[in-house]
């Protein structure tokens, strides 16, 4: 009933919800056969055993018992009642536990939230199947649990626990912006478009080799040839990659969020694809993009902000590398939608402010003018609701920058 695949899947995701700190007494599930195969409540998921996994279905599951039953029927409930969602989690990180005591709807604070969460997360007025089912339904993935953390649902358990670590940067976002004047939500039409382009497209490729992944089952990918054809070429592109990896395990990025671009020559940038994460991504997945016309070459079409990539590139002929990023801190200031004051301890790498744009959805020309126009002679600007996206002359100033301007937005928030 539980395959030796699944098994071994939960067992590792189970270890980066806790490692983490997204779960202390949850629990997480995937869908399997006409159950659900779930964490005992109470086992400790940070060495989970296969004993400690229990197949849940209509028939055994009133044989469970208190909180454990109680449990079983929120997630078997979430996971057979639509066949899109492949697995589920309770979640009760400190974050997303402070949000739920505050028994309210969060808002769309960033774009990220809007497209892998929902249009908003509201709470559930009771931890019964049927509230959290009202809670979660339309154009949503989780729900908040009163005074209880969250339920988060996903395709797969990569997006689970991706999907968690946004909710908890959103509701953290929530929570520090409120004595900085607060934050400035999406509107809803703008949520709904992010999420629904988000489901049925960016995230379609990734998520689907994911779920091959996580099932044990073999995925047919069909490619162009790649454009990394020169030995020069492989090695940008391993660095792209590398960099991202690194991006990645300092959480200035997330899932498949962010971008990466290079200059080749005076007329090219590498760029990183869209949509694959950048643990999956290899080098040969990479293309290469007309810094004018946008016309690119590869075996994956370029990220979709190619275009500001292109813009910063032509605005200063030494600009080599662009990066792209959600951090933690970064996304609060952009979710408060004003530039920020830099500390004196980072006027060395940031200068005097970091400027803000004005808005504008991903992908858009709306939001190219807007990062053109915003940036001026800084080395990076915060994308309203969105991001940073910072630039420089050699990768490790561009990482610099990124790394200096996360550490002065904490900085600024808890001062």
Known sequence: MITETVQKNIISYAQKFVADGYIVSGAIAVRCDTGIAMTQLGADLSKLEVGSIMYVDDKNIEQLQGNERAAAVLLFCLLRHDDKIGAAAIVDSENILKFSSKKKTLPAVLDDMSQICGISVRCAKENTAIEVLRAIRGLRNCCFLPDAGAIVTGRTLDEVHTATLVLDKACNCYLLAESKGGCKPLGLLDACLEHVVYKLKYSKKNQDAQKAAESGTEEKVEEQPSAITTDELKKLAQQVKDVGVRMLNENLVQGTWGNISVRVDDKHILCTPSALDYVMLKPEQMAIVDIETM?????????????????????????????????????????????LPVPEEYKATLGESIPCTTGGLPGTKKLVKSVTAAIGDAPAVFLKNHGIVARGNTLEEAFQVCYDLENACKKYLED
């Open 295 to 339: 016309e690119w070459q590869g075996s994956n079409k370029p990220t979709s902000e190619k275009k500001i990539h292109g813009a910063l590139m032509l605005a200063k002929s030494e600009t080599t590398w662009v990066l792209h990023s959600h951090p933690k801190y970064g996304c609060i200031l952009a979710s408060i939608g004003k530039a």
